[in-house]
């Protein structure tokens, strides 16, 4: 079984080259209104809620549902759906508790409200936990991102092609990231998931088009798919080793949205960017609304896709001639066989979006953290200035350098991932979202140890982020002894892992800021 060989036309190439083109110059139109580190990395807080919203979407909705969506649909079923009950309610939920305290604390990362509360050893330490593990969590998306440019490039998916598209695509999107800041993170990605949401329509419709059966025979083929139904949505099965129950849906989705939504800056900087507080909180809120139907779409292609290149029996004469050898590549390569010149181009445009509306935010989101959170507090300490404000001014040229240095170090953990991942053992999408629980699942339980109580210190943080990484690490599936006979799925780590630390944190006793 080979691979798919095909090549892109001119046209494709020059769609490619004309969108990487408009948003590089959006980043550099957007570049001239920067004056210092806090409008490059905040914005002025003046971006509109309509934009905030589109970017956070664009930033949720990656390579990893890009690719992993149809993926998760064309091996299995709708059940990654459910996830989608926690994440509601977990938007809610950090759009009151969370956002307003944070906003309010007027700082440039939503780890400096943690200065505020445990000190600046806390904050720092905070800070590079995050670092840590964003770096692990988006060089993984990343890497996905380089399977469809691979195709793209050379036709295949080998690891030394993949590897090269991993740098190119690092390349653009670091480039135009430092010229912009956030203000062209938000903008570029407006644009971007546009580009995604248009690509996803356009490939169902053609789907559609292509398989020669009527809708309603259609649904009834994928309710009974080999003796599988394909269009199930709710689990009711109470296992805590299964990825996407019910249970899943409504407990361990809202832990870990929780935490991505207010614990991760990579996001959390978004609602930091608008007008107010309450303007952050109903942008978020309306990107997880909008959200649902899109990651339908995705996992739509993907039953289709299982109809097109499965059902030999459905599809007869129209059958595809090649073959799937790999379901992490299904659906660009249907993006790249069966779609006509010029909108296959635009089909891999839409990838291409997905790609850098994850990369581009969480180099800003990292860039920020390293500056606001460890570079400036460092260089106060140095000049022996008790007033930051200063290293605020007359330093835009080192958020400039710090986007770079992420970048490359995002680009290189995505290198890492690419030769790393084994497609044999969990799904993309697993993948992605699994790894960010080493930092994220502490870092819930010393959020909520700040907003909730006037308890924890220094030690206790340190404590909390330490150990609760190494749980996450015995909690993983390799790491629990067979004669245990038990398995955790990893939305589950963040429920065992996040109360943990927050118990931890609040042994510290009570912290003299909040006093």
Not at 43 to 54: D, E, F, K, Q, Y
Not at 266 to 278: E, P, V
Not at 352 to 363: H, L, R
């Amino acid at each position: 079984m080979q691979e798919s060989t095909s090549v892109f036309g001119a046209i494709d190439w020059m769609v490619i080259i004309g969108y990487f083109v408009a948003i590089m110059a959006i980043g550099f139109y957007v570049s001239r209104r920067q004056q210092d580190s806090s409008t490059f990395f905040l914005g002025g807080r003046s971006m509109p809620i309509w934009a905030v919203t589109l970017s956070v979407l664009a930033t949720t909705l990656s390579a990893a549902t890009f690719f992993g969506a149809p993926q998760m649909s064309f091996n299995g079923n709708l059940t990654y759906l459910i996830m989608n009950i926690g994440e509601v309610i977990s938007a809610f939920l950090v759009a009151y508790l969370f956002i307003p305290p944070i906003f309010h604390a007027g700082t440039i990362t939503i780890y400096g409200f943690l200065g505020k509360r445990f000190g600046k050893p806390s904050m720092m330490a905070v800070s590079a936990m995050f670092l840590f593990g964003r770096l692990l969590a988006s060089g993984a998306r990343h890497f996905m991102a380089g399977i469809g440019f691979s195709l793209m490039l050379y036709g295949s998916t080998q690891k030394n092609e993949m590897a090269m598209a991993v740098i190119l695509l690092g390349f653009v999107g670091t480039l135009y990231t430092m010229s912009g800041g956030v203000r062209a993170v938000i903008w570029t990605e407006t644009v971007q998931i546009t580009i995604v949401v248009m690509s996803a329509f356009l490939s169902i419709y053609l789907l559609l088009k292509a398989i020669p059966v009527p809708v309603d025979q259609l649904w009834t083929a994928l309710r009974d798919s080999n003796g599988v139904n394909k269009l199930m949505i709710v689990d009711t099965r109470f296992d805590f080793g299964l990825d996407f129950t019910i249970w899943t849906g409504i407990i361990a989705s809202t832990f870990m949205s929780s935490a991505t939504y207010g614990a991760d800056h990579d996001l959390a900087q978004r609602m930091l960017t608008t007008r107010s507080a309450f303007h952050g909180g109903v942008a978020l809120i309306s990107s997880k609304l909008l959200g649902i139907p899109i990651v339908m779409l995705f996992l739509t292609i993907g039953l289709l896709l299982h109809v097109y290149y499965g059902r030999p029996d459905l599809m007869g004469a129209a059958a595809p001639l090649d073959v799937v050898q790999s379901t992490k590549n299904v659906y660009p390569q249907f993006l790249l066989n069966h779609l006509p010149i010029g909108v296959r181009g635009l089909a891999m445009a839409g990838l291409c979006a997905a790609a850098m509306g994850s990369f581009n935010s969480a180099i800003n989101a990292m860039a920020s953290t390293a500056i606001a959170d460890l570079y400036i507090p460092w260089k106060a300490w140095r000049a022996g200035k008790e007033d930051e404000e200063w290293a605020h001014k007359h330093n835009l040229h080192a958020p400039r350098i710090a986007v770079a240095l992420m970048g490359f170090l995002l680009t290189a953990f995505a290198l890492v991932a690419t030769y790393a991942y084994d497609e044999n053992t969990e799904t993309l999408i697993n993948f992605a979202l699994s790894i960010m629980a080493y930092s994220l699942a502490p870092l819930l339980g010393v959020f909520c140890t700040a907003l909730f109580t006037k308890r924890g210190n220094t030690y206790s943080v340190l404590t909390a982020l330490f150990l609760g990484a190494l749980a996450v690490w015995l909690l993983q599936p390799g790491q629990i002894p067979e004669w245990c006979h038990f398995k955790l799925a990893w939305p589950w780590i963040y429920v065992a892992v996040s109360p943990f630390c927050f118990v931890l944190c609040i042994l510290g006793g009570k912290s003299k800021a909040a006093s």
